[in-house]
């Protein structure tokens, strides 16, 4: 796992599968230390939630609630950028 | 009551279908106490005893971060349960066992369900739950928990660890353990009884793991002194990491020989060994966005007839207004600022509903998440994400196009930051303009001019980046460190064009009120209401002439250099207007249209405007404000006036030192 920590702090883009190579493992054994440093508060996912939309200022949000504006991206399409996190500090 | 069964696993393990199918009807639902986790207990029979079953809430572990894991760890601890259920997903054990991993070392009877076991078997896993059986000292079985009839093997497994009182052999965690400096050291100061049900191996993990609770619970073991020993250790190692990575490897010692699955194969698609190649990706990808951007006018053509159309009713209203005995000056108004404006909203609509119809198309079928993966590294360097190199990229073409563009920009920051530097690129309209103005007065050494226009717009945002990045993008905000790429997949039509015609609508109506106020204010400057009386723009720029000479233009570049601001196309209509005598106010008309040009122009221009402040007038109308619609479009995306305003007069100044810096360069060369 520092290896992998390491690798996320170089500031270089990678996707699971070339974490995978150049740790020498499995796409499933980076997927659950992802999952575990996520969870120990070391590694954080980025939220791509219908939010700061510009014509309601962020103020809709499917997460408080709110039904979502017209210009917010729509729940459940238009939101396939897949998954990405970032080394917390 | 024969025996309380404790239901536990991470969160979709399944443990809520096992809890059905148990208790059926035979549950209540309420919260535990103090906390608005829910709480589900229930009961069943079976083979005519009573038990009773409690859903333990789910969580990834069992460290005190949240309240469901503080609930699940004080209920084990309390010797309510007679024994714990845990629950494993087939279908990824190397991460769903992390759980069973965790609970290891607590001393209360348990089983391992290891379930969705039709899924593992889908995805061609085979799982020996004897080897792991005998591995781990409790009973194992395989389940698909939604196939109600087939609990049987899970009865069995029940009854086995209740009677046999089964913990779990924790000799291959503690080995693993044991070779973590700081655990070891741990470990030897911990009483060998443990505390409450926690073994010494669970309370060191705990510890060095930097537990609450746990900590809380040492205090009543250990004195002061071993106390401080323990947290001076604790502090040495590398926490969580030294145990996750003890657990893990204990996870696979257990897998081996358990688990035979085909061996993975790191492959990508074809689609994907081109979009992720070192040297073809950025290619490519360039090549997408400019396809999008081509592919985009296609869906914009219906409403930019409908803006050629409103633009056809300037002269039959116009001659019925007169007809009718409206003045001059609200013909004018209407004609030429109501109607113009709604013309031009309207095309520019077209290309907002084209540009977000294309490119969300092409977030939603995977292609976006490539897009930013590629450029992520060169655009972490202004302190944007990847994804702004499509709004760069658009802007080539049209601003307004790149502001609309900044949509799929989630961080607000960064997308501000993104459109303030899509500004400096030179849009259609100033490439229409800058390659006739450079041939007219350099000849070959248009050239020159076109790659130092290309060369300031680098280093143009470079400073940019620098000066608004300090204030918009923190440091924290840089991500996009490991990405998973979407699979490619089909997009969903009907959520697409919600959010391009919702979209779309919000424009209208934003844009519209920002438009009609600075045409309506331009014009109230620049027309003439009193015959053969300069108008305000015009006495103006006569005044500050002195001023604007120091940038190397004259009133009338100057004037259409402020007309450019609304629109580019009309700059050489202002000019050619102004230095043939013609009113202000045709000047604006003309910027207004984006037509308009006297036939000896060339002429006019050669005449009157010396090579510096040719130079000077292109440097300035290149960099300066893109124009009124691109304004409107960016405050329509950040939603905020005074960034809209600060980047609007950030540029007319920029503009007009650059233009200042290209003069005095034209004088020292001609």
């Not at chain 2, 896993?125 to 049987?152: C, F, R």
Request: hydrophobic content about 45%; overall charge neutral; proline content about 4%.
């Amino acid at each position: 796992m520092d290896d992998l920590l390491r690798l996320l702090k170089d500031g270089h883009a990678r996707t699971i599968p070339m974490l995978a190579k150049e740790l020498h493992t499995s796409t499933a054994d980076v997927s659950r230390k992802i999952e575990y440093l996520v969870n120990m508060g070391l590694i954080r996912k980025v939220d791509f939630g219908p939010k700061k939309c510009g014509s309601c200022g962020g103020g809709c949000s499917s997460e408080n609630g709110q039904k979502t504006c017209k210009s917010c991206m729509p729940e459940g399409g238009f939101q396939n950028m897949g998954q990405m996190w970032e080394v917390v500090g | 009551m024969s025996a309380t069964i404790a239901l536990l696993g991470q969160p979709n393990s399944g443990k809520s279908t096992v809890f059905n199918a148990l208790t059926g009807l035979k549950q209540h639902v309420g919260n535990w106490p103090g906390k608005t986790v829910e709480k589900k207990e229930g009961s069943f029979v079976r083979d005519g005893k009573e038990y009773a079953v409690a859903d333990l809430p789910g969580s990834y572990s069992l460290t005190a971060n949240s309240d469901e894991e503080v609930i699940t760890c004080e209920y084990i601890a309390s010797g309510k349960a007679d024994v714990v259920c845990i629950l494993a997903d087939s279908s990824q054990l190397e991460r769903s066992l992390y759980m069973m991993a965790d609970y290891a070392g607590i001393k209360v009877p348990s089983f391992l369900v290891l379930n969705m076991a039709d899924v593992a078997a889908d995805q061609g896993k085979k799982i020996d739950t004897k080897v792991l059986e005998e591995k781990l000292g409790i009973p194992v079985i395989s389940l698909s928990a939604t196939d109600n009839k087939k609990y049987d093997a899970f009865f069995e497994a029940m009854n086995r660890a209740i009677s046999n009182k089964s913990m779990i052999n924790i000799a291959g965690l503690e080995a693993e353990l044991q070779k973590v400096d700081a655990y070891a050291k741990i470990r030897a100061l911990l009483p060998e009884e443990g505390v409450k049900s926690y073994s010494p191996t669970w309370l060191g993990v705990k510890a060095i793991e930097n537990d609450k609770l746990v900590m809380e619970q040492l205090k009543s073991v250990l004195s002061v002194a071993e106390e401080k020993q323990v947290e001076e250790i604790r502090c040495t190692s590398k926490g969580a990491l030294d145990t996750g990575n003890s657990k893990f490897a204990w996870i696979d010692e257990l897998l081996d020989g358990a688990l035979s699955e085909q061996k993975e194969k790191i492959g990508v698609s074809k689609l994907d060994k081109i979009y992720l190649s070192p040297f073809w990706g950025k290619p490519a990808v360039v090549l997408t966005i400019l396809l999008g951007l081509i592919g985009s006018f296609i869906p914009a053509l219906p409403l930019m007839g409908v803006g050629s159309a409103i633009d056809m009713l300037k002269a039959p209203v116009g001659s019925a207004l007169a007809s009718a005995g409206v003045s001059d000056v609200l013909i004018a108004l209407i004609c030429n600022v109501v109607i113009q404006s709604f013309s031009y909203i309207f095309k520019m609509l077209g290309f907002v509903f084209g540009v977000l119809l294309v490119f969300g198309l092409l977030e939603e079928v995977g292609v976006m998440a490539r897009i930013s993966y590629v450029f992520d590294n060169t655009m972490a360097k202004l302190g944007l994400q990847g994804k702004s190199v499509m709004p760069f990229l658009i802007s080539f073409g049209c601003t307004m196009g790149g502001a609309a563009g900044t949509r799929v920009i989630d961080n607000y920051g960064q997308k501000v930051l993104t459109i303030a530097l899509a500004w400096a690129v030179p849009c259609g309209a100033a490439w229409a303009v800058i390659p006739m103005l450079s041939s007219l007065f350099f000849g070959p050494g248009a050239v020159a001019v076109v790659v130092a226009i290309l060369l300031t717009m680098i280093v143009h945002m470079w400073i940019t980046a620098k000066i608004f990045g300090r204030k918009l993008v923190k440091k924290e905000d840089r991500y996009g460190m490991i990405m998973e790429l979407p699979p490619y997949h089909k997009p969903k039509w009907g959520a697409l064009f919600r959010y391009v015609l919702g979209r779309t609508k919000d424009t209208f109506f934003r844009v519209s009120k920002v438009v009609l106020l600075v045409c309506v204010l331009f014009w109230a400057l620049s027309y003439s209401f009193t015959p053969g009386v300069d108008p305000i723009l015009c006495k103006i720029g006569k005044v500050i002439e002195p001023v604007t000479k120091i940038f190397g233009l004259n009133w009338q570049l100057f004037m259409a250099f402020v007309a450019s601001s609304v629109g580019k196309e009309g700059a050489l209509g202002v000019i050619s207007a102004l230095f043939t005598d013609g009113s202000v106010y045709g000047a604006f008309n003309d910027a207004m249209s984006g037509a308009a040009t006297a036939e000896n122009l060339n002429d006019i221009l050669l005449a009157n405007v010396s090579k510096p402040q040719a130079l000077a007038f292109i440097f300035a109308i290149t960099f300066n404000m893109p124009c009124v619609v691109a304004l409107a479009s960016t405050y329509q995306e950040i939603a905020s006036a005074k960034w809209t305003a600060k980047i609007a007069l950030y540029y007319t100044l920029g503009a007009l030192v650059l233009a200042m810096i290209a003069y005095h360069i034209g004088l020292l060369i001609w």
